[in-house]
T-cell receptor, first 113, second 116 residues
């Protein structure tokens, strides 16, 4: 099976712009979770989608949003970018059932200038 | 989710077994122990997980103490490619609409350096 893919891999944006990141989960997986990784805060959970519904959310401002499509692909959007949003954004897919493991993609490196 | 405590860093000689400890003294009966690793700037890689019993797969073994307050990840024959940050995570499975909803709470992990 193909692994989790994320596009784009690298992105440079200007403060105030918005950005959309994409994640394609492993075939058959219905859950997609998003994480932000920064040197200062480490890996932090953003939100999780299962069957097109957000069922878990971390402690991030409303500028961070996401959605999931019927084919389980997911997008994450960040509006009004701030310098502090520069980070590695990771998505992870899983079957979404109790005890199932999450498999991570390579991440999108976002730099806000 | 229960908190975990891991050493900040460890060294291991190439070819020897790497034993990475993790304390999770406040773990609950319905919480799993997961191990992931992250090689610099890549996405975390799933290694192994368990609930009560010891587990083994092609990558590693997971030994959970009988009281479940601590665990050890064992890489039987460490190679240079095993140099990474290893995360021990305790996760509760939340029943939600008949399926499990959860998030992984990553700590700072253990930086394992495999020495030639």
């Amino acid at each position: 099976k193909a692994g989790v893919t994320q596009t784009p891999r690298y992105l440079i944006k200007t403060r105030g712009q918005q950005v959309t990141l994409s994640c394609s989960p492993i075939s058959g997986h219905r859950s997609v979770s998003w994480y932000q990784q920064t040197p200062g805060q480490g890996l932090q959970f953003l939100f999780e989608y299962f069957s097109e519904t957000q069922r878990n959310k971390g402690n991030f401002p409303g500028r961070f949003s996401g959605r999931q499509f019927s084919n389980s692909r997911s997008e994450m959007n960040v509006s009004t970018l701030e310098l502090g949003d520069s980070a590695l954004y990771l998505c992870a897919s899983s079957e979404g059932t109790s005890g199932s493991e999450q498999y991570f993609g390579p991440g999108t490196r976002l730099t806000v200038t | 989710d229960a908190k975990t405590t891991q050493p900040t860093s460890m060294d291991c000689a190439e070819g020897r077994a790497a034993n990475l400890p993790c304390n999770h003294s406040t773990i609950s009966g319905n919480e799993y122990v997961y191990w992931y690793r992250q090689i610099h700037s890549q996405g975390p890689q799933y290694i192994i997980h368990g609930l009560k019993n010891n587990e083994t797969n092609e990558m590693a073994s997971l030994i959970i103490t009988e009281d479940r307050k601590s665990s050890t990840l064992i890489l039987p024959h460490a190679t240079l490619r095993d140099t990474a940050v290893y995360y021990c995570i305790v996760r509760v499975a939340l029943a939600y609409s008949g399926a499990g909803s959860y998030q992984l709470t990553f700590g700072k992990g253990t930086k394992l350096s495999v020495i030639p």
